[in-house]
């Protein structure tokens, strides 16, 4: 890459800067070596005064790349933001404060070395990229919410009050979900003891009179296609709408798990034992609560807690709700039929919150006794059923007698499908087995055209796959996120605000989107992949490994980008082995420049060097937290933040280990089952290519101890200086890398 730069560098001597490094040999070292047009230095690089010199050095002496070398890129980010200046600059913070001064002895050689190397990196970096440019075209804010229940009426509602058009499409032919079918729901206000009325009529008038909502009702997505900002959804309603939306809200709700599942409780062999949902449909009736036997009141009904839920053969979660409704459900019965006794027989209440106080009121009610145990039988006797419990609280045995069994079903997503259910969609793999539960596989409720499938990737219980700590209503489809009980168990209280949270990301979508930026985690990125087709020879790599599905495919396996989908991780980009994927900001070339600025020893100086590629997201700030603390590690290694482990390329550690580097050490999230990648699979893909690394030892005749793979999460600060250093010394006991003098 060719690129006329003209660089300042500007180095802070302050923050024990100086007392570490001595700043005019650094500054030497630097102006000698690299050549830059540029280099001061301030005791106060973020004081006003410094700020207000950096900006008018940009002005007067044309600078186009400025290299800030002071306290980590994760503070003083506005103080050292240029961006108004000028359009073409590229501006780079060095971190010589925590990684160098705060980390290591000071005024020692290896620490002098470390500050030089590290900001010859910076200047490398600058000289190798662009500043990145917005793909902006022409975008629609209006949002598409599918689910007309307790979360899509709310997202509607709070969406349309912030100005922006709303299409809410309903598979049936009335709003409200499954609480609109309920008579009345468990204590949501002070003092959370009394059941309220259900609310939901009021809210859909106020849905559907709103002059900034569009209603479809009886109506389920064709399909939908292109990208966030330009989606084309077709609505089936007898006929086929198209409407033109930015961003979407699946808000889908759930379904209750499958009774004839639980045979072992009795469903479907004797017809007094329902469900919680059975309950409310009589309820709602008017008819009040009947034996489906015989049709007479019962005088005794025992409710089974967990049903299904909480069980490692069905649902191994909680399904949160399940204990509140057998309450509600309870008091109903009390209400209105007093002389009715009613058993709650559970695992353990789990009644969150201020629901605690429903529960003690619940506990108060004569004809109400609650006992803990397993079911172990379900028989029945004459006119009763006859239920065995053990592990009580008794230390033995009890026999609970009723008329009626009411199983406290649990709950799914309806994203979920039965991977066990025998359909066109949920085939078996090529090698015999069942997939894992997902709504890719068969749910076809967005009917995306993607080329990684129609809905949303799921987790293995069926609710979509997201980061569910740091951003839990993102999903693996940008601009396209889930709420409500489709995204995990919750009640009519809870799904009310979790819709508002996903109004603002909806919105906050089409915004950034509309002026070309990303979402998360890398809000605000203006750089998109761009690709040399020309050398591309459709290993389909990139288009596989994308978790975003950003890429489609032409007939012959050519990507076809998307750049609305893309989250910028640059995964991508570390997977093509042709190297034709960068960004303006971020590419392969620019990171290899970096490795080749370092300096590395002649062998008789027995110096190590190690470059180590560390995750921006968790890596970064746990190593940046750690240096916070004055923690000391060793000085041979220099380190590099990428996007996300998946997006270290292969080259980057044969151009480390071909100049001479002794190790490499990544750090990066964690995954797995239980992954903690911002970027979902990036550091699994990292894992895997390390195969290829190890191949690429054998052939340069080095140990596979030279390159080390560690799971670093955000609160790891006090760990890792034992991560470095432990992996420092065991690539000294290997020894040096013999391609050092070469």
């Not at 230390?395 to 066990?420: C, H, I, K, Q, W």
């Not at 809870?494 to 990301?505: P, S, T």
């Not at 151009?655 to 970027?679: E, T, V």
Request: glycine letters at 6%; charged letters at 25%.
């Amino acid at each position: 890459m060719s690129i006329e730069t003209k660089v300042g560098v500007y180095i802070c001597s302050g923050c024990d800067i100086a007392k570490s490094i001595d700043i005019e040999k650094l500054s030497q070292t630097i102006t000698k070596d690299t050549k830059v047009e540029l280099l001061k230095t301030n005791q106060f690089l973020c004081s006003t005064d410094a700020i207000t010199e950096i900006r008018n050095d940009i002005i007067n002496e044309n600078l186009n790349r400025v290299v800030i070398a002071g306290c980590s890129p994760r503070v003083k980010i506005e103080e050292f933001d240029f961006s108004d200046v000028t359009t073409n600059l590229l501006t780079e913070r060095v971190n010589i404060r925590e990684l160098v001064a705060w980390s290591h002895t000071p005024n020692d050689e290896e620490t002098e070395s470390l500050a030089e190397d590290y900001i010859k990196m910076g200047i490398a970096r600058t000289r190798n990229l662009e500043p990145a440019e917005p793909f902006i075209q022409d975008t629609c804010k209006d949002i598409l919410v599918i689910g007309g229940g307790v979360s899509g009426l709310n997202t509607s509602l709070s969406i349309a009050e912030a100005g922006y058009k709303v299409i809410l499409v309903e598979k049936e032919d009335t709003l409200g979900g499954w609480v609109g079918k309920w008579k009345s729901s468990f204590p949501l206000h002070f003092p959370f003891t009394s059941l309220e009325q259900n609310n939901i009529p009021d809210l859909i008038n106020q849905v559907v009179r709103h002059e900034n909502i569009k209603v479809y009702k009886s109506s389920t997505i064709e399909k939908i296609t292109g990208q966030p900002g330009q989606f084309t959804a077709y609505i089936k309603n007898g006929s086929i709408t198209e409407v033109n939306v930015g961003s979407v809200v699946q808000a889908t709700g759930w379904k209750p798990y499958d009774p004839n599942k639980l045979s072992h409780l009795g469903y479907g062999k004797y017809k007094n034992i329902v469900t919680n949902v059975m309950i409310e449909e009589m309820v709602k009736s008017g008819n009040g609560i009947k034996k489906p036997s015989d049709g007479k009141t019962p005088k005794s009904v025992a409710f089974i807690q967990c049903a299904g839920s909480r069980d490692e053969n069905h649902l191994p979660y909680c399904s949160s709700v399940c204990c509140r409704t057998s309450l509600k459900q309870a008091l109903y019965i009390n209400e209105s039929q007093k002389d009715t006794k009613i058993f709650i027989l559970y695992k353990d209440i789990r009644t969150p919150g201020e629901s605690e106080l429903f529960y003690k009121q619940a506990q108060q009610e004569e004809n109400i006794f609650l006992t803990k145990g397993e079911v172990e039988s379900i028989t029945e006797e004459a006119n009763e059923l006859v239920i065995t419990l053990s592990d009580t609280l008794f230390g033995e045995n009890v026999v609970v007698r009723a008329e009626m069994v009411v199983l406290a079903t649990g709950m799914v997503p309806s994203t979920y499908v039965d991977p066990f259910e025998e359909n066109e969609e949920n085939k078996l793999t090529s090698d015999g087995k069942k997939e894992a539960a997902g709504a890719e596989q068969g749910a076809k409720i967005l009917n995306l055209t993607y080329r990684q499938g129609t809905d949303l990737p799921t987790l293995k219980y069926g609710f979509p796959d997201s980061h569910f700590i740091c951003f839990p209503y993102e999903t693996r489809r940008t601009a396209i996120y889930a709420t409500g009980c489709v995204r995990e168990p919750m009640d009519s209280g809870a799904a009310e605000n979790d819709a508002l949270g996903a109004a603002m990301k909806a919105i906050q979508a089409v915004e950034l989107i509309s002026q070309g930026k990303t979402l998360l985690p890398r809000v605000g990125d203006l750089s998109y992949p761009e690709f040399f087709l020309q050398r591309c020879t459709q290993c389909k790599r990139c288009t596989e490994e994308c978790p975003f599905g950003t890429l489609d495919e032409d007939e012959k396996g050519t990507p076809k980008p998307n750049p609305n989908r893309c989250r910028r991780c640059g995964i991508c980009m570390g997977a093509c082995p042709e190297r034709i994927i960068s960004f303006k900001n971020y590419s392969v070339h620019s990171i290899s420049a970096m490795i080749k600025s370092i300096d590395i020893p002649e062998e008789d100086e027995e110096k190590f060097r190690i470059i180590g590629f560390v995750c921006e997201n968790d890596a970064y700030p746990a190593l940046d937290a750690s240096s916070f603390r004055h923690q000391q590690f060793d000085p041979a290694v220099r380190f590099i933040p990428v996007r996300c482990l998946g997006s270290v390329n292969t080259i980057w550690i044969n151009d480390a280990l071909s100049n001479g580097f002794d190790g490499i050490l990544l750090m990066g999230c964690k995954h797995g089952d239980d992954y903690q990648c911002h970027f979902i699979r990036g550091s699994e893909l990292a894992n895997t290519r390390m195969e290829n690394v190890q191949e690429k030892l054998k052939q340069l005749v080095l140990e596979p101890e030279r390159v080390k793979i560690e799971i670093v999460a955000i609160d790891d600060a006090l760990k890792i200086p034992d991560m470095i250093n432990d992996f420092v010394a065991q690539v000294k006991d290997v020894g040096q890398n013999p391609y050092k003098d070469m």
